[in-house]
């Protein structure tokens, strides 16, 4: 019987090491296949689309022109969930196309520094810090200056910088 079990491990063992090659194999060829796939399909691609991408930015920013930037500085916010122990000071940054809508918004400054304070204080620090965060805000701050602008013939704010973002 003790005989039995020791050839019946030992033809297990031999079936065992007969498959050792085979998935050696297996892994090796996937190793050579995910380097050619990668060297070959996916880099080459990868390059492409990173020379393309700054060409058509360029284009972009050539075909635009920036307008007078307009600032309203220091701003300063206790962010939600602080409890008052962090601060942001920032400064914001509006592009406007001409003198009259710079003399609208100065107008209009209490309020709009008003809705700066109220969307600022509204944010926690998680939602101020990453960099789509930011752009978020600034969407936010744009869609909220141009809500409180009278429709004149004077435009709108084209866009919003933020120029100062300090946390602490």
Same mark, same amino acid.
């Given at each position: 019987? /003790?005989?039995?079990?020791?050839?019946?491990?030992?033809?297990?063992?031999?079936? /065992?090491?007969?498959?050792?090659? =085979?998935?050696?194999?297996?892994?090796?060829?996937?190793?050579?296949?995910?380097?050619?796939?990668?060297?070959?399909? =996916?880099?080459?691609?990868? %390059? /492409?689309?990173? *020379?393309?991408?700054?060409? +058509?930015?360029?284009?972009?920013?050539?075909? @635009?022109? !920036?307008?007078? !930037?307009?600032?309203?500085?220091?701003?300063? $916010?206790?962010?939600?969930?602080?409890?008052?122990? @962090?601060?942001?000071?920032?400064?914001?940054?509006?592009?406007? &196309?001409?003198? *009259?809508?710079?003399?609208?918004? &100065?107008? @209009?400054?209490? *309020?709009? @520094?008003?809705?700066? =304070?109220?969307?600022?204080?509204?944010?926690?620090? +998680?939602?101020?810090?990453? $960099? &789509?965060?930011? %752009?978020?805000? %600034?969407?936010?701050?744009?869609? %909220? !200056?141009?809500?409180?602008?009278?429709?004149?013939?004077?435009?709108? $704010?084209?866009?919003?910088?933020?120029?100062?973002?300090? !946390? *602490?």
């Amino acid at each position: 019987m /003790a005989k039995e079990e020791v050839t019946a491990k030992k033809n297990q063992k031999d079936g /065992a090491m007969k498959l050792v090659p =085979i998935i050696l194999g297996a892994v090796v060829l996937e190793v050579v296949l995910a380097y050619f796939l990668v060297t070959k399909i =996916i880099a080459p691609q990868m %390059r /492409a689309a990173v *020379q393309q991408t700054p060409l +058509e930015e360029e284009g972009v920013k050539k075909s @635009r022109t !920036i307008g007078k !930037i307009y600032e309203i500085k220091d701003i300063i $916010v206790n962010p939600a969930g602080t409890d008052g122990t @962090r601060y942001l000071n920032t400064t914001v940054g509006l592009e406007v &196309e001409n003198d *009259q809508l710079i003399a609208e918004l &100065e107008s @209009r400054m209490p *309020q709009i @520094r008003d809705s700066l =304070i109220d969307i600022l204080v509204g944010k926690t620090i +998680e939602e101020l810090d990453g $960099v &789509e965060d930011k %752009r978020l805000l %600034r969407e936010e701050i744009l869609t %909220r !200056i141009n809500d409180l602008l009278p429709e004149t013939k004077n435009g709108k $704010v084209a866009h919003v910088y933020l120029i100062d973002f300090v !946390i *602490q």
